[in-house]
């Protein structure tokens, strides 16, 4: 299960489809949301850097975490970082989200010294300021060439904070959308937002990844000490639930089809007499004679320009017509095991 979603992820958008995107829903009854976000983080580091993605790099959007976990992560997890700035790309959003450390404390940036590949960002607020400001380091990384890059968003909780529900939606929706982008993944705490907002944000994603706890707690389990600890123990043991969509998001649409008939098609329609059409409404049953097509052949007159004998060869050789003026159907049956064709209605059980 976990290694489809990373195949997905790492083979990317299909023609005709928006980037494939993953949500990792987790609670607090099971609080590995970010574990699961660093196993498919790192597992497309790996792909990315050894080329065997369809993306070229990687976007980190870090809003929980500082961007030198992401590094010590790699490291320890064997990705090569030696040349990470080809490849990978971090913007900070955990450092000072609202720029209010540089307006009171003229903060310096020394967080950012050791990797070049760091930005901080620090108008949390300003989705569209943070769409370019994202889509900017991806094209960094790709430079003037044909590519794609992914974006890994670690927390969408964060993002919530600040700004709102429909921001948000628009955002996701515009990287799916964008043509330079190969696949998404985000995390969120489910329990901590409105319903509808994590439907919405459920509703934009082809993957869903949910993870439950094995062992259910009461409504009231969070009042003693007692239980908080044996919450904190059931943390690490759970499920994970897997959705997947086989077609994502709004797909463009390839083939156009009319839902109405026109004029001469409804014409032509009505002309077509179905073999047992009547059968049952009070008419006489009659099986279809399709030797009655010759007689008007010869009302249209189409064989008096021939001579008898010319008529004559026509009809039986060409037209299947026997002595006596009538038209057969010659059949021979590729072997004897074959059953016998019988004129009964095929249909004659069903109460049509």
Known sequence: MVESVARILRDGVLEGEYAPAL????????????????????????????????????????????????????????VDTTHSERWLQILDCYSDPLGWKDKLLSHTQEHVKDHKNVAVFKDVTNTNKLIFSILDLGKEIIGQEKGRFSVAIDLVTELIRHTSRQLICSLINNFRS??????????????????????????????????????????????????????????NR?????????????????VQFNLQLTEKERTDRAKVVLPFEHQGNGEHIEIYDGRRSLARFQKNNVLSSLTDDTVSAVSKLNLGMDEDGKGQILYVRDSDDEKFDSDEDPDDDLDI
């Open 23 to 78: 949500i990792i829903k987790d609670s607090l009854s099971m609080q590995s949301g970010l574990h699961v976000f660093d196993h498919f983080l790192c597992n497309l580091c790996s792909n990315i850097s050894s080329s065997r993605s369809q993306a070229r790099g990687l976007v980190v959007v870090a809003f929980a975490r500082k961007p030198a976990f992401y590094f010590d992560l790699l490291k320890r997890r064997g």
């Open 178 to 235: 964008h043509d330079q982008l190969s696949s998404l993944l985000w995390s969120i705490h489910s329990d901590l937002h409105e319903p509808w907002t994590v439907a919405a944000l459920d509703y934009l994603c082809s993957m869903t990844l949910y993870l439950d706890s094995m062992v259910h707690q009461p409504t009231d389990v969070y009042r003693s000490n007692e239980n908080l600890s044996r919450l904190e123990q059931n943390s």
């Open 238 to 254: 759970g499920r994970l639930h897997l959705r997947l969509k086989r077609r994502n998001g709004r797909v463009k649409i390839l």
